[in-house]
């Protein structure tokens, strides 16, 4: 597999920038594609406080975030709006594995 890799780094990160572009729009286009009824509604959202993460206070995770199984009993549980106010929060970040952002797009506001 490596040996059809360009050889020298400067052809290596145009090659990775443009998978990275390539794989953001295939995840895009499944995203439009894929119907809205196959992820289970969230209605529940976890703040996780984080201390080492420059910049980073908390991260928001859904309810059903596989990052976080291991500590969810202990996380504070927050609403739909809530966890709107939070990620406008400076500092709340969200997370990269579960994207609570596109859930709460789809949930309806109060």
Not at 6 to 28: F, G
Not at 88 to 93: A, F, L, P, R
């Amino acid at each position: 597999m490596t040996a059809s890799l360009p050889p020298d780094l400067a052809r290596l990160q145009t090659l990775e920038l443009y998978l990275d572009l390539q794989l953001k729009a295939v995840r895009e286009r499944i995203t439009a594609l894929a119907p809205a009824t196959l992820a289970p509604p969230v209605t529940n959202w976890r703040l996780q406080s984080i201390r080492s993460a420059p910049g980073a206070l908390a991260v928001l995770h859904t309810e059903h975030c596989h990052v976080i199984a291991w500590a969810q009993p202990s996380l504070p549980r927050l609403n739909d709006n809530e966890a709107r106010l939070a990620l406008d929060e400076t500092g709340v970040e969200s997370c990269g594995g579960c994207a609570p952002e596109r859930a709460l797009r789809q949930a309806p506001s109060r």
